[in-house]
Structures are given as C-alpha cells and as structure tokens.
C-alpha cells in the first residue's frame, strides 16, 4: 500500500509540474526556430533588430497602396500591418507580437530564413554568388528575401495556390542577356516576374497593390503581356492597363 501511494504521488507530483511548465511555455516564449527567435513580445513603441525581424515577415500586410517601412521601429503602420496578417491566419487582432504570432510565422518559414512557398533559387536563376547587380550580393539576397514574404502574403491572399516566379535577381551581364532595361529593378534584387497558372496575369497584378509592391508592371505595359512584374522601387508606379490598374 505504501509504494502504491509513493507510486501515486510522484505520478501527481510529474503532472503538476507538466502543467506548471506548459503554463510557464505558453506565457512566455514561442518555441526556438532554426531561423530566428523573437524572445520578447512586441506592440507600438518597440524597437531593435526583433522588430526589423517582423517587419520583414509582415512587408506583404501594408495595406492597399502601402509600402511597410523597414525600420526597426514599431509604430501604427507595423501594428495595422500585424493585424491584417493576425487576422488573415485566424489569430487574435491585437496588433502585438506574441507567442501565437512567432508561432505562426516560425510554420511560414525554413531554417534559411525564406517562407515555405519560395526559395533564393527561384528569385535567382541568373548566377548563385547574388553579385554583379545594381548593389552588393548581401543587399540583392536580402531584397529578395523581402520580396519572398511579400509574395507569401499575396498567395495566401489568394487561397494558397501557387505563384510561379519566371525571373528575379539579374546581374547586370544576365539582364543584358535577355534584353532588360538598363536600370531594371532586377538588378537590385527587389523585383519580380510572374507568370500565369492558377491565376491570371490580371489577377496578379490587380492583388498586388495590397502586398506591399510599389512597382507592379502588367498586360497592356510594354513588354509585359507575358507576365506580371513587381518590385519595391522608392515611389509607386503601377501600370496594367489591360486589367486596369
């Protein structure tokens, strides 16, 4: 009799402690991620590199018409940005990062930084060093990143079906090679190509305009009726004008 309560109450003793760590795990940080993890919660008024972190997952929620700055500073446009992406994945519309909000983002991303849909690969197919463009390898790799979670935003946007990239960096030799503009945005890495597939190039480039892309080039542009373009250029210019934009 006397084991058996021994037994009893050490099985009570791991059962209060499992409790007491889950409670302690979901108060406090979401679980580490092989690409970053964010240790504290984040509302208007943070700063540091965590909030550059975020703003870089959350580029593709600015609003229509809306670049979200990269700035390492948590304001109203970071908070309003945080909202849409809370509410797009079903969780809580506060506005403040916490451990629901890295979870969901650690499940949106790879050990190399990248969201689970796109790859480095198929924003460069011109050469694997980055270099030889408008701007340095690292600045070009990191515009495609931002890029990457851009086109993230815009698939889940539009039901989580496909979007196939056709062209992104270009070194200045691989942009001359295929006839691009002399100050294309390829060369800085921020740009990209899409093709048609699940949708249209229209639909493309009409769903665009609310994922952070300052750049959008479609049918009815020179040169663009075979595929959609987008890129984060300093000022907005979006012409489309088969599809009315």
Not at 118 to 145: H, I, M, P, Q
Not at 148 to 168: F, Y
């Amino acid at each position: 009799m006397l084991r058996r309560a021994l037994r009893l109450f050490a099985s009570l003793v791991m059962i209060m402690s499992g409790t007491l760590a889950g409670t302690v795990l979901t108060a406090g940080t979401a679980h580490a991620d092989g690409c970053y993890t964010w240790t504290r919660t984040l509302s208007q008024g943070s700063s540091g590199a965590d909030v550059t972190q975020l703003q870089i997952r959350l580029g593709g929620y600015a609003g229509y018409g809306s670049v979200l700055g990269v700035d390492g500073s948590f304001g109203p446009a970071t908070a309003a940005a945080l909202k849409r992406f809370q509410s797009a994945y079903g969780l809580s519309s506060d506005g403040v990062a916490g451990t629901d909000t890295y979870n969901k983002l650690y499940a949106l991303q790879d050990d190399d930084c990248t969201p689970v849909h796109f790859t480095y690969g198929e924003l460069n197919d011109c050469n694997t060093t980055w270099s030889g463009g408008a701007v340095s390898a690292a600045t070009a790799k990191a515009n495609a990143l931002r890029t990457m979670w851009k086109l993230e935003a815009m698939r889940h946007a539009l039901g989580d079906q496909p979007i196939t990239v056709t062209s992104g960096f270009r070194s200045y030799a691989c942009n001359s090679a295929v006839g691009g503009a002399s100050n294309s945005r390829h060369l800085y890495g921020d740009a990209a190509d899409l093709g048609a597939g699940p949708h249209s190039l229209c639909t493309l480039a009409k769903q665009a305009r609310s994922h952070g892309f300052s750049g959008i080039l479609g049918p009815g542009y020179p040169g663009h009726d075979d595929h959609t373009h987008v890129d984060h250029r300093d000022s907005q210019y979006w012409s489309a004008p088969t599809c009315g934009v």
